[in-house]
């Protein structure tokens, strides 16, 4: 049994005039049989399709539609039985966000049998038709007009959401108060947010002239810290020293990521970067403070004691052991009224509430 798309190809290479050689004249019914088979063909391909298509003579009726024109534009049965492309027009109209436009763009096609063009319909409903428009030729004879849609809803619905993310990350990157920037693997900078050029000094262009090793005070910490970055494809507050556009070094920590291309290869890395300078510095001097603290009260003649707020003891400087006779280890946990002597207790207690108050 032959397909269908072999009967269609029969069809197209038979001569109306007869038969070669031997061959036998196809009779009328075979010829209509055949004829029959083709348009079935092209009917299922029609119907097959994504598009809308509706096919207009140049007297203005509908020759041909598909299933899918039908249902995108949802118009009447009588429309669609009648075949009259004005009054399916008008009927469309009555969908669209601008009418007016619509029937006028539709009505200079058809004008000119010989345009050929695109645009994009705006449907009341929200839906977004994507249009196309060309002559429709037998031969070289133009005897109508094709005309094409195609459905652009969800594709336009997710670019509006691609666009409205993007807006909401730029904002996010613009505005944040921690300084974030986008390099690519050999160090060029692709992006960096005002928090960035501030830390740094620089302005935009500067920044995108610079790499980011330039960035390092010590150029070797930048190769450091690549090799750490992309052997665990992040790091989180990873130490280094930068310097700023004036000179000034900066101890900063880096949280980092890796981003890749579709093939997974790291294309570059991304982050954020704080300047923890002034917060190091503190720390030192409280614990230079407190190495000082500690070594005067281990040197005090006087006996010096820590309590919690409950009045356990949590110190007692080495004097106690000469002049109390308690090793520290010993009292280390206890309640300090444990070592005041009954009598004065009440007083202690007193003088303790006193304290805490």
């Known amino acids: 049994m032959s397909s269908d798309s072999d009967e269609w190809e029969h069809f197209g290479t038979m001569s109306s005039s007869g038969s070669s050689g031997s061959d036998p004249v196809p009779t009328t019914s075979e010829v209509e049989d055949q004829l029959r088979r083709a348009l079935a063909v092209l009917r299922s391909a029609l119907d097959a399709t994504v598009d809308g298509i509706l096919v207009v ?19 009447s049965e009588e429309v669609l039985r009648e075949r009259d492309h004005e009054a399916a027009l008008r009927e469309a109209a ?41 002559p429709h030729r037998m031969g070289d004879e133009i005897v109508g007009r094709v005309w094409s849609f195609r459905d652009l809803t969800e594709r336009v619905r997710a670019e509006v959401e691609l666009r409205s993310s993007e807006k909401r990350y730029r904002s996010l990157f613009e505005d944040s108060r921690q300084a974030i920037y986008l390099t690519t693997k050999d160090g060029s900078f692709i992006d960096a947010n005002p928090a960035m050029l501030a830390m740094f000094g620089f302005d935009r262009e500067e920044m995108a002239s610079l790499n980011a090793t330039d960035l390092y005070v010590d150029p070797r910490a930048r ?12 790091v989180v507050k990873y130490p280094v020293k930068l310097r700023a556009k004036d ?23 991304q982050g954020i970067i704080e300047n923890v300078t002034e917060r ?25 004691t820590l309590l919690d707020h409950d009045g356990l003891i949590r110190y007692v400087s080495p004097s106690w052991g000469r002049v ?33 108050a």
């Open 324 to 356: 109390l006779g308690y090793r520290p280890e010993d009292v280390a946990g206890k309640d300090f009224l444990e070592l005041v002597h009954a009598d004065d207790r009440p007083l202690a207690l007193h003088e303790f509430g006193y304290l805490r």
């Open 57 to 75: 003579d140049l007297e203005g009726n509908m020759v041909s539609f598909n299933r899918q024109f039908a249902d995108m534009w949802g118009l």
């Open 247 to 269: 000179g000034t070094e900066m101890e900063c920590l880096l949280s980092s990521t890796v981003w890749v291309d579709g093939d997974g290869e790291i294309q570059g890395y």
């Open 94 to 134: 009555e969908l669209v966000r601008d009418p007016d436009g619509f029937l006028q763009r539709t009505r200079d096609m058809i004008a000119d049998p010989e345009a050929r063009g695109a645009d994009i319909v705006e449907l009341a409903d929200g839906r977004v038709f994507e249009r196309f428009s060309q």
């Open 223 to 234: 190769a450091a810290f690549r090799h750490a970055v992309e052997h665990r494809g992040s």
């Open 280 to 304: 190091n510095r503190a720390e030192r001097a409280l614990r230079e403070n407190e190495r000082k603290f500690r070594s005067l009260i281990e040197r005090a003649s006087d006996t010096i």
